[in-house]
């Protein structure tokens, strides 16, 4: 096998986390005395990290307000992260075939590292990843590849032998500017039409697909 390793995004492709994500920003929008917004919309808004997410909640006269509602946002979630959120089935499975072909696993998230670390520690098995990371505050967000190459440096496994499994268009802009093999995903949050224009090598519509792809 030519792939010695995959990096998988979290939110929208482990773990489905959308009904948590906009309460913590809704509730808080009511508390501001501001309009709260469908749960589907917050496919959009999430993936470029949370202070994009709360500009885009915001109306556009309310953008002042950014700060206010980001801290409370943050609060809300690090309290309620996982009353809803769930890993989307087939995942665990897929994670224990992957790893029973000796590859590394890694999660690279444009969540806060802290709210990253807290969601997969909590529902993986703290063995199955090799490196887990979030937006660290030194660090830039996906679609830039710092990130990326940093854990490939870390797990010792050139960039062209990773594969990075997504479900927006900053993963699979991530995975091309890494030169990775760049994996969409169609069950997560965006459409196939923005993961395949967003430069995809493939998509998958179940997580049992990916060991083909692999094996290939």
């Given amino acids: 096998m030519k792939y010695k ?3 998988f995004d979290l939110d929208g492709t482990l773990v489905n986390t959308l ?3 906009a309460e913590s920003v809704n509730l808080n929008l009511q508390k501001l005395g501001l309009p709260v917004h469908p749960l589907d919309s917050f496919r959009l808004k999430v993936g470029d990290g949370n202070r994009t997410m709360i500009a885009r909640s915001l109306p556009a006269d309310k953008q ?3 700060d206010d509602l980001l801290t409370l946002q943050l609060e809300y979630y690090a ?3 996982c009353d809803h959120s769930q890993i989307y089935p087939g995942i665990n499975e897929m994670l224990a ?3 029973q072909l000796d590859l590394q696993l890694a999660v690279l998230s444009n969540k806060p590292d802290h709210l990253t670390q807290k969601l997969v520690s909590h529902l993986f098995d703290d063995s199955t990843f090799a490196v887990v990371r979030g937006h660290l505050p ?3 967000h996906k679609p830039d590849p710092e990130s990326a190459l940093a854990i490939a440096a870390q797990m010792k496994i050139e960039p062209r032998e990773i594969v990075f499994v997504g479900d927006t268009s900053m993963d699979m802009q991530t995975a091309n500017s890494a030169g990775m093999f ?3 995903v169609t069950w997560g949050f965006r459409s196939r039409d923005e993961l395949t224009t967003a430069g995809a090598d493939c998509l998958i519509d179940q997580p ?3 060991m083909t792809k692999l094996l290939l």
Avoid: Q, T, Y
């Fill in 5 to 7: 390793a995959a990096i």
């Fill in 64 to 66: 002042h307000l950014l």
């Fill in 182 to 184: 760049a994996i969409g």
């Fill in 97 to 99: 075939e992957l790893k």
């Fill in 79 to 81: 309290e309620h992260f």
């Fill in 208 to 210: 049992d697909e990916l």
């Fill in 138 to 140: 030194h660090a830039v």
């Fill in 19 to 21: 009904e948590d994500i």
